[in-house]
């Protein structure tokens, strides 16, 4: 079992930064891969961000590229999302995910664990 708990999430105003955290325990959370998602009002859960579990190559909807960067602190057991020139489109609840496998998958049927989500809110 994984138990994931994201913070970091608040209100911020359009162009600004915020930087989420998600804390993971129990199994050995390094061999997953993490992915963090999104879900705004009256939508479908969306990809955002995702890299490897040895940290490789990070992978980012096209809607993030250029402003948000993944990355984790194995030894800490975290991974972060740090979200730069922020837009009141991404507004939404931010979940984080582990997915047992080796390789990074976008879809979050794949995604075995998810943490309970921290709001984000961007004000134009």
């Known amino acids: 079992q994984v138990r994931l708990v994201e913070s970091g999430g608040g209100v911020v105003q359009a162009g600004g930064s915020l930087r989420l955290s998600c804390a993971a325990s129990?199994?050995?959370?390094?061999?997953?891969?993490m992915g963090w998602f999104r879900q705004a009002p009256g939508k479908e859960r969306e990809f955002v961000a995702a890299i490897s579990w040895r940290g490789g190559r990070p992978y980012y909807a096209d809607s993030v590229t250029g402003r948000f960067t993944i990355s984790r602190d194995n030894a800490k057991n975290t991974a972060y999302l740090q979200m730069n020139s922020l837009k009141p489109e991404d507004t939404a609840v931010y979940y984080c995910?582990?997915?047992?496998?080796?390789?990074?998958?976008?879809?979050?049927?794949?995604?075995?664990?998810w943490g309970q989500g921290t709001q984000v809110t961007v004000s134009s």
């Open positions: 129990g199994r050995i959370v390094s061999t997953y891969a």
């Open positions: 995910a582990a997915d047992y496998t080796t390789v990074v998958r976008t879809t979050a049927d794949s995604y075995d664990y």
